[in-house]
């Protein structure tokens, strides 16, 4: 088995696998390691906004659930509600996909172009050389002259490498939820944005091949029961799921502090704090950094 590398690549989210994808169509040799095996299921509203899409591969036009040209924005506090249209031969303004179909079709396209998967794959300890890195995980030594890491808001990767934090992280609550036929035709139509109802946030409905993806967030520094401010923003528009999973999140809406690179180490995407500051999106950013 191959432990040496040109580049390891720590995380296969849209910022890893894009980097990987990226380097292996260079000729560099890739490691591409991540925690877990693929698929795996990735908590995220999976919107992919056009400027996204412009920055991923081809590849991910096979996991695109619902190409949406409308998106409806709600001041449901001041009872207004705009909506944007783009028609065709324009890219859609966001399309809907799920992160576990993504994320596998990001990291197979780099594995295609050369890179080398290794999933599940954690790492435990970084040590920087002269000429090198290794990293110390679960599945043996990897050595790369340079390292990316990818690995999330939550990754370890940077902290190992001693980088001190100063990213802003927000809460999130994504729901994956069944509804009946009529209901999911009701918001199949049109993902919406809704503000007014969480505080300082927003929510939203991203409808899927057979059911929504229910979110809200905050940039609230204090305590706040986002559950209950769930509940209450179901109730506001008139959503009764017959079943959920709840999956908890943060996102980072400002970068570390200080450089993002130093000592052969990279970060990227959401290990970088790299996510729009104000409707917190982080795809696009992620497959900026990621492919820079």
Known sequence: MITMFDVAVVGAGPAGATAALTLARRGLSVALLERDALPRYKTCGG???ARALALLPPEVDRVLERRCGQADVHLLDANRHYRAARDPPAPPIIAMTMRDRLDQVLASAAVVAGAALRAPCTVRGVRFGPRDVRLETDAGPVTAAFVIAADGATGELARLAGWGDGRHLIPALEYEAR???ATLERFA??????AGVIPHGYAWVFPKTAHLSVGVLTTHRG????PR???EYLRVIGLTPLAMERHGFVIPIRPRAGPLARDRMLLVGDAAG???PVTAEGISPAARSGGL
């Open 47 to 49: 919107g992919l906004v």
């Open 179 to 181: 509804v009946d036929d």
């Open 189 to 194: 139509r049109v993902p919406r944005f809704d």
């Open 223 to 226: 305590a706040i029961n986002l």
């Open 229 to 231: 401010q769930f509940e």
């Open 274 to 276: 790299l996510a729009d």
